[in-house]
């Protein structure tokens, strides 16, 4: 015992300089952006993991909407000949696409985020929401190589890029970026506990690509359904994809004011901002539920 | 001196679901069958460590070691009651670190250490102690599903004891591995002992607990069933009378010291 006694009298004092406070962070969404450094290893863990033992490598992230590009451009476009009715049509559904496909991304792969890195989840103390942002800004980063794809296609079919262009690529990126958070927060930890979250989601991906006036123009939906249009912009979706539209599409038709009266609605801004605020609320609203029930994912991964 | 880890009356439920389906779920209820079932892994558990105090903590298998432990490292929060803690808390919970399958052993090095706080600078200053004390060679760039269980949990060990924490957990850390490097563990912890850090050890090997700490807590179906000292605690805690000849105890002194723990 008196071998304890020295032994302890022996050992290094040391002082502490911090409150004594619960071990997890509990701020959520704050605490993530708090911790960037962090996140920033998880997102390009997440870029590296998704193309990791591919001999393609980041090609893939091209590849997708490409296809489906194609897929648009040829069926739509010359089979159903959506070229005769709308102008410039593959910039069209091309900056559709592009917002689209940045929303079934974050979606998809923030549903599958806790899932997915349950070893991390399980085992590290650190703000769950991580996973879902994570999976968000992987896909934001893969909205670039589009882009820069769009803004080609754009120049080569004589594009006047105006204010408008930088306004509505902020928005609609805005939009999406809090709408796929918000969802990809309460489907990653619905699919923790139903794994039927996951494959639902796949689902709503299909619904998304035919609600938003993509493959078709908005001018079609005004014109058949008149002032039901209003309601088919309560879409925070399809106001993102108007919005991108706006930033691309109408700079590289022939007359663009012409393009804004008939084929965009008329309070395309309003309504935009507005789409954000709800999609923000939303977020919050998400995240509140999301604290609520994130105690329950260890034991249930 | 200052109080280190605090848990008030902490407790933590598990919900167990036996049946997954809607299907099932239906047929069961209509039978009348509990469609779900809770579990009190921890029960009312209060305690008070002071900064710089080992305390090993013992108890039989699903006795809730590891998920007190998970309550003190912060990965699980009680159900009711509270768990405090002061400063940095490192170390390493059911054998294995929290390692990404897919990364290689240098980004997981990364990640864990973000996880416990540290910047890029800092993990860049314990890099090489940690590469050099895992002793992993040439799978340091590969994927970490490629490691051996040992090779895993010795990167995994390395992180956590070089990573300058006030508290650090270790829970049956010694299960694997082999005995180079069991002792080299056991070496390292007596200095993290010995510099002042609060150590949290889950053992069932009474030599390595009695050679670490100065205090044991004893959990049994949850309940905090002991809590003193180290000799009492390991007698509390005989597994019954009839074991006694299992025991490695001091007849087999180095290798249960060296912790004989599965």
Known sequence: MTDLAAERADRMVRVVDAPLAPPSDNLGLLSVFRRRYLLRLLVRREIQGRYANSLMGLFWSYINPMSQFFIYWFVMGHIMGAHRGIENYPVHVFSGLIVVHFFTETFGSGTRSLVGNKSLVNRLALPREMFPVAAMLVSLYHVLPASFILVIACLATGWTPDLGTLFGILLALGIIMFLGTALALIFSVANVFFRDFGSAVGIIGNFVRFGVPMIYSFGQIHDRFGSFAHYYLANPIANAVLLFERAFWVGSTHDPAETIRTGMPVHLWRDGLIALGCCFVLLVICQMIFSKIENRIPERL | ?262
């Open chain 2, 1 to 262: 001196m200052a109080e280190s880890i605090r848990v008030e009356h902490a407790t933590k439920n598990f919900t167990l679901r036996y049946h997954r389906t809607f299907k099932q779920m239906t047929v069961a209820m209509l039978k009348g069958q509990d469609v779900s079932d809770r579990f009190t892994a921890v029960d009312d558990v209060s305690f008070s460590v002071e900064q710089g105090e080992s305390i090993g903590l013992m108890g039989l298998n699903g006795s809730g070691k590891s998920t007190l432990l998970k309550m003190i490292n912060g990965v699980m929060r009680p159900d009711s009651g509270r768990v405090l803690t002061r400063g940095r808390i490192a170390g390493l919970i059911a054998t294995g670190a929290g390692f990404h399958p897919q990364l290689t052993g240098r980004e997981n090095i990364y990640l864990n250490a973000a996880v416990m706080g540290l910047s890029q600078r800092e993990t860049e200053k314990i890099f090489d102690d940690v590469v050099e004390f895992a002793d992993i060679g040439r799978f340091l760039d590969a994927p970490v599903n490629t490691y051996s269980s040992g090779m895993g949990s010795r990167l995994g060990f390395s992180v956590a004891v070089h990573i300058d924490s006030d508290i650090f957990l270790a829970d049956e850390v010694l299960a694997v591995g082999d005995k180079p490097f069991k002792r080299k563990c056991l070496e390292r912890m007596e200095e993290i002992r010995k510099s002042g850090r609060t150590i949290f050890y889950v053992s069932h090997a009474a030599a390595s607990v009695k050679r670490m700490c100065d205090r044991v807590l004893v959990l049994e179906k949850g309940k905090l069933a002991f809590d003193g000292d180290v000799d009492a605690g390991i007698k509390f805690l005989k597994y019954g009378p009839d074991d006694d000849e299992d025991e490695p105890d001091e007849l087999d002194m180095d290798d249960s010291e060296l912790g004989a723990d599965i």
